[in-house]
Every structure is written in structure tokens, then in C-alpha cells.
């Protein structure tokens, strides 16, 4: 196969930050994705329908002349979010989702929520607005290892939040583990799953083998060769409770390559390259438009797109860093040849 054409896809997981990091990396999205949700975890939190319209702003304001891109704008959820908070975000053509962060789970997550139950309130009136619910599924216990973070959160609190509230749309963000793909598919319609490039691509040898590769790290962690192989499996099925969702995080090179560094891998500027080229070794580029295109369209009630893009097969490098030396970010596979190339 020399060319594939797809319905224009859309990231239902991103971060595109402001100020600079913003003008660096937006175009990166916009070129290859009709719409995008973007995350709030903004210092501070984006928590309120006025700051989600003052961020959408921006984002437009940095967006290209050229280009045609939708920024869908999700509110932070905390333990103040009240049923009046939710009830003005359900009349807000802006903003399609919350997202639940458990404190401290990862960037920008100290204003999340430390008691899950507590948001019980907030999480029915969700489920009465009927907007969906994007959860960071890990535990934060300090005495939990960050490799069953994922597993026990699934155990620990999902359980109890999809018996509680059944009518509740839920995606499971940036799943990682044969359990997570395991819940998923036994659940009801109303759950939901990302899976990341990264996690399809690599697993935590990437990240410690050879020496420490921080930009390799991102939260949840990569894990084990046997989760990699599920995430390949359900993101390659045709199930529709499976999509695409980058969780593209740019932080610069100087804040990855340090004693303690970010938690994130930049992959915007190659992702529907990257998952070509998961989906083309599993053998199934076919299920690639469903995976990217379709599916998480339908989850969100939104229509599909009607317009296209087509990718080459056609190698090229990925540049060892983008942007500029004050504000550099260091991208997944810099340096590396991907063999699939958006045209």
C-alpha cells in the first residue's frame, strides 16, 4: 500500500498548554485533526465556563490562518464543582466534557480530587446533564506501586462509580493495562477507553533499559510487553469503545531532562503517523479510520467529519527537538525514521 485516505480523525485527549508552548505546538494538531479535546489542567485549572471561553479563545487566537481546527473544551472537576457549575457547562456550545483528576495523579493535578466519593454529588448531576466523564484512572496511594496504579484504580473506585451512576458516559483515559481493556469491553456501552501512541508503541523498557530515557516517561507509565500487546489488540479490533486519544503533552527538553522531570510524551507532531504504523504491524490498517475517525465521534453524540486526509508510505526523520532554543520540546522518536508520512 503506497497511500491511505481517511475520514479526517479527530484526538479525544490533548494538552496544547499557552503562551509559547500554545503557538509551538497547536499547528502540530490542527494540521492533521478536525477537532481536538483539550485538557484543563492549566495553571490555574481551567474550572469554570468563563475560563474554558477565555482558553478557547486563545487557542483560536494561536491557530493558523490557514488551518481549520476545533478546540472542545473540558472543565477540571474538583470538590467544589457544584450542580449549577455543571448545569451552565450543559448549556455551553463550548464545553463537551469534565475531566477527574485524582490529586497529585499527575501534571497539574493538585487541585484533583482527593476523595472520590465525596464528588458523588457532582458526578450525578453529570450523569442528569448528560455529559461524560474523563477520568485519569490511577490510585495515588504513596504506598501503591506506580506499576498497579491503573489496576487498583479500576478495582478501588471505577467500579463503584459505573454501578452508582449507570447512565454516566465515561472514557477511561490513556488506558495501559490488559485489565483496564479487560473492564472495558465487559461494561456497559456508557465506558469508554483512549489508548495513547506511546503505550501502543513501547513498553517500560523504553523507559529504564539502557539508562533512563525521560522522554519516555509519561503518566500512567508505560508497562509490561503483555498490556502493550493488549492495548494493540482492542485498538486494532473494530471495537468502538476504542479510540484515539494522544494524551500529547509537550513540556520543554530543559523540565524532561532534569533530576526530576515531567511527566509526558510529545507526539503531536507525528500521531496519525505513529498509529499508522502500530496498525499497519498488527496487519490492520483497514480498522485505522474506525480507531481514529469514527469512534470517538459517535461516543461524544458529535457527527463525523466528511472531509479527509491521506497518509504516504514515505519515510522521513523526526526532528530532534521543535521549537526554538529557549522554548525546545523534545518529540517521541526524535531522531528516529517513521515510514508513514502525512501528506
Known amino acids: 500500500m503506497k497511500t491511505l485516505t481517511i475520514t479526517r480523525p479527530d484526538d479525544w485527549h490533548t494538552h496544547v498548554r499557552n503562551g509559547a508552548l500554545l503557538k509551538t505546538v497547536l499547528p502540530h494538531t490542527a494540521k492533521q485533526f478536525a477537532r ?18 477565555i482558553y478557547q479563545d486563545e487557542i483560536l487566537q494561536a491557530l493558523p490562518a490557514d488551518m ?36 497529585g495523579a499527575t501534571t497539574n493535578s493538585d487541585a484533583g480530587v482527593a476523595n472520590i466519593t465525596a464528588i458523588f454529588p457532582a458526578l450525578s448531576a453529570l450523569e442528569k446533564y448528560n455529559l461524560p466523564l474523563l477520568i485519569h484512572g490511577e490510585v495515588t496511594d504513596e504506598h501503591c506501586d506506580i506499576f498497579d496504579r491503573e489496576r487498583l484504580f479500576i478495582e478501588t473506585h471505577l467500579n463503584t462509580i ?33 489508548i495513547t501512541p506511546q503505550h501502543l508503541l513501547f513498553n517500560r523498557n523504553a523507559l529504564l ?12 507509565i508505560l508497562k509490561r510487553e503483555q498490556h502493550r500487546l ?12 476504542f479510540f484515539l486519544g494522544t494524551d500529547s503533552a509537550p513540556h520543554l527538553s530543559s523540565l524532561k531532562e532534569t533530576a526530576c522531570g515531567c511527566a509526558g510524551c510529545y507526539s503531536a507532531h507525528a500521531a496519525i503517523e505513529l498509529y499508522a504504523e502500530v ?9 485505522l479510520e474506525g480507531f481514529a475517525s469514527f469512534y470517538g465521534a459517535d461516543f461524544y453524540r458529535l457527527p463525523r467529519n466528511t472531509t479527509t486526509i491521506t497518509l504516504e508510505k514515505q519515510t522521513w526523520t523526526v526532528p530532534s527537538i521543535y521549537g526554538d532554543a529557549e522554548h525546545s520540546i523534545t518529540p ?8 508513514w508520512r502525512l501528506r
Open 230 to 241: 493488549a492495548l494493540v489488540a482492542a485498538a486494532t479490533s473494530g471495537n468502538p469503545k
Open 36 to 53: 481536538a479535546i483539550i485538557m484543563p489542567n492549566l495553571k490555574p485549572p481551567v474550572t469554570t465556563v468563563a475560563q474554558a471561553l
Open 332 to 339: 517521541l522518536k526524535a531522531g528516529e525514521t517513521l515510514s
Open 68 to 103: 481549520d481546527f476545533t478546540p472542545l473544551m473540558t472543565l477540571y472537576l474538583t470538590g467544589k464543582t457544584s450542580e449549577a457549575d455543571i448545569k451552565l457547562a450543559a448549556e455551553s456550545d463550548a464545553v463537551v466534557a469534565f475531566k477527574l483528576y485524582p490529586a
Open 162 to 194: 459505573v454501578k452508582n451512576f449507570p447512565a454516566l458516559r465515561i472514557v477511561l483515559e490513556h488506558v495501559t493495562t490488559s485489565e483496564a481493556v479487560q473492564f472495558v469491553k465487559a461494561t456497559a456501552k456508557t465506558v469508554a477507553a483512549t
Open 279 to 287: 496498525f499497519e504491524r498488527a496487519d490492520a490498517l483497514d480498522k
Open 209 to 220: 533499559a539502557g539508562g533512563i530515557r525521560p522522554h519516555f516517561y509519561c503518566l500512567p
